[in-house]
């Protein structure tokens, strides 16, 4: 009978150490894969799992999401890819910005979700070349901030033209975009 129950025991603790075995495996394995970002879809609600890198990783040209290569070569004939980089968009969604030459052409940033969809051409340009209702709305919205020379003409993956202006006042700091009539689109 001390056997029996002897070898009862020792079944139940080698099921209990290879089950505990098992859970640390599983989170030694999660630990691993904290990498993978997990995405909601605001949009339809849906839950995406993405292998791409998360919105706080750096990118480089070797780690760019799919087809963003193609679509500067199919698209931007004769640039080069010089950096890239996690950049969120206005509304805190991810991004990655990829900056581009070509010798004796001007250089554009290009963003591009991390699943490698096409977002939009950004370009410095003069505050002085943005259309005057955007001038207006800086000073009667902004009035207590400073905009700079320079702010980002946009132009979508829609050929709709949007202008993003950085504004300081002080030590706060302020991102906005606005459609070329005016209005602002976003603002953080």
């Keep these: 009978m001390k056997k029996v129950i002897f070898l009862t025991i020792t079944v139940v603790l080698s099921m209990l150490i290879f089950t505990a ?3 640390e495996s599983k989170e030694e394995a999660d630990e691993k894969n904290e990498g993978a ?10 839950s995406v799992v993405s292998t791409t890198p998360s919105s706080t990783s ?12 193609e679509f500067v070569s199919k698209n931007y004939d004769g640039y080069k890819i010089v950096s890239a980089d996690s950049d969120p968009l206005c509304g805190g969604g991810p991004a990655v910005d990829i900056a581009i030459k070509k010798t004796g052409a001007p250089t554009f940033s290009l963003i591009f979700k991390p699943d490698g969809s096409y977002v939009q051409q950004e ?11 955007i001038r207006t709305s800086l000073k009667t919205q902004f009035g207590k901030y400073n905009a700079g020379g320079q702010i980002e003409k946009l132009i979508l993956a ?22 070329a009539e005016g209005n602002i689109v976003c603002e953080n």
């Design 123 to 133: 370009e410095d340009v003069d505050l002085s070349t943005a259309p005057d209702k």
């Design 21 to 23: 075995c098992n859970n």
């Design 58 to 69: 750096n990118y480089s040209a070797a780690n760019l999401p799919l087809g963003v290569k």
């Design 158 to 179: 829609d050929k709709s033209i949007q202008y993003m202006v950085d504004l300081t006042n002080g030590k706060k700091t302020k991102e906005v975009i606005f459609t």
């Design 37 to 46: 970002t997990t995405a909601m879809k605001k949009d339809t609600g849906t």
